[in-house]
């Protein structure tokens, strides 16, 4: 038998779902998808600047880097992870040194990662606010639904 997770050995029947940040799934996703870019990227660096960088350092460098993306999204829910996301934008923009287009590339995800953080910290407080003012209907009203 799998072994259960914390969450599920505390579930207990009528437990309300534990909802999720909409501004972590934003950022996890443009940080995903920056790992993929970086991976590719890397590959293209490879075949282009072999000669000028030893292979070893530009696959090390930009394997290291894409895996450094994939373990933020774990971490984006802790205080520190959107901070390590900034960083890792700024990293990104920096790769145009060794590939000048990346310079573009970086900015258009560091504008996606802020809209994407903006963005999802806007819905997250409307969602919150929208489950107060349920929550406070129900009390007031009792949980019980309407009849049809």
């Given at each position: 038998?799998?072994k259960?997770?914390k ?5 207990r ?5 534990k909802?999720?940040?909409t501004k972590v799934?934003f ?5 995903l998808?920056e ?5 590719f ?6 075949g282009?600047r072999?000669?000028?960088f030893?292979p070893?350092l530009?696959l090390?460098i930009?394997?290291a880097l894409?895996?450094?993306m994939?373990f ?6 802790k205080?520190w992870g ?6 890792l934008?700024?990293?990104l923009i920096f790769?145009?040194?060794?590939e000048p287009?990346m310079y573009?590339v970086?900015a258009?995800?560091?504008?996606a990662?802020?809209y ?17 003012e349920?929550?406070?209907w129900?009390?007031?009203h009792g949980d019980?639904?309407?009849?049809s």
């Amino acid at each position: 038998m799998a072994k259960l997770t914390k969450a599920q050995r505390e579930w207990r029947p009528g437990m309300p779902k534990k909802r999720r940040s909409t501004k972590v799934m934003f950022a996890s996703t443009v940080l995903l998808l920056e790992a993929f870019v970086v991976f590719f990227a890397t590959l293209a660096v490879f075949g282009l600047r072999r000669g000028e960088f030893p292979p070893a350092l530009i696959l090390g460098i930009g394997i290291a880097l894409s895996l450094v993306m994939v373990f933020a999204c774990a971490v984006l829910s802790k205080p520190w992870g959107v901070a390590l996301g900034w960083i890792l934008q700024v990293v990104l923009i920096f790769t145009g040194i060794f590939e000048p287009m990346m310079y573009l590339v970086g900015a258009l995800f560091g504008l996606a990662w802020w809209y994407g953080i903006r963005t999802g910290i806007r819905i997250d407080t409307e969602s919150a606010q929208r489950e107060r003012e349920q929550a406070e209907w129900n009390a007031a009203h009792g949980d019980t639904p309407p009849a049809s």
